[in-house]
């Protein structure tokens, strides 16, 4: 495949520059495009630039205010709210954060309900962002559904990401962000772009079948990983992300959405724990170091989030490659 090498700085700036051409001001683009260039600069490729096409088609057709200006409120000492305003997800969270933060180090545990929010972007960002700052740190948030709730054959639930991400002595946070879905959507859209087939157990066709082709399940409907399991854990994050939160459910937002492909209207539910409010001092970071050596000590193991940590090393001074034809349509996206 033919690709473009682009530096992380050129990656902002192009991102920057579609965003601001297509609707959003300066704090929206801003915030969506540190997003886009951290999934580049960790090579985490399907929630990069990959991205831009869609946050265009939902800003021009109307439905993502790209000028939401992010409310907060602190409903009570260990729950914050921020009505993101009908906008993307980055400037919202950017918005509660530190009260977040605040409510958690007040009371040992706090949470985050995002509101009004559409959420198109990789979810490990929030939590490592938390668990910079000391917290233990869990989010989910749902998605249009594209995925058949155990035994069905249709889509019923979003592809119902989770990240977690724990504070580390030194250097980032071990941080993983998963869908319930056997296979992120972004995932299964690449390997039909690129002519790949998808491993056993991804999706299945418009008629129920097991198949390994991308195409086909983006037509009829990706499977959750675990089989029943991962439907379970699909069902709860539909739950946290909507009911708990004032929010719809995956089918609901499918049904209220325009289907453009892009994101549904939905909501985001963060957890942040201070480990100090709960009587293990310092000592959680040494015995977490502990667990995380004995786990690796094993030939072939590693910690969540490991390639990313290593990509992260390298891609600041090397750059990234984007695929020509991405490529392409974004310059062409920048320039109107």
Known sequence: MDTVHMTLDEVHALTRKVLTKHGCDDANATAIADNITGAERDTATSHGVFRLPGHVTSL???????????TCERLSPGVVKVDSDGGFTPLAFQ???????DAARENGIAVLAITRTFHFAALWPETSALAEEGLVALAVTSSPPYVAAAGGKKPFFGTNPMAFAWPRKE?????????????????????????????DGVGIDADGNPTNDPDAILKGAQLTFGGYKGS????????????????????????ADNGDGGP?????????????????????????EQLFAEMTEQPGVRLPG????????????EGVHVPKSLHEKITELAEG
């Open 60 to 70: 021009a057709n109307g439905k993502v205010n790209g000028k939401a200006k992010p």
């Open 95 to 101: 918005v509660g954060k530190q009260a977040l933060i």
């Open 171 to 199: 250097g980032p946070p071990m941080a993983f962000d998963q869908a319930a879905a056997a296979m992120a959507r972004g995932e299964i859209m690449i390997h039909a772009r690129d002519g790949h087939e998808v491993p």
């Open 232 to 255: 379970a854990i699909a069902l709860m994050i539909d739950l946290l992300a909507g009911p708990l939160i004032g929010e719809a459910f995956s089918a609901e937002a499918g049904r």
């Open 264 to 288: 549904a209207l939905g909501g985001e539910f963060i957890i942040a724990i201070d480990p100090k409010r709960l009587g293990a001092g310092d000592s959680y970071l040494d015995h977490a």
């Open 306 to 317: 490991d390639r990313r940590l290593k990509a992260r090393a390298v891609t600041p001074s």
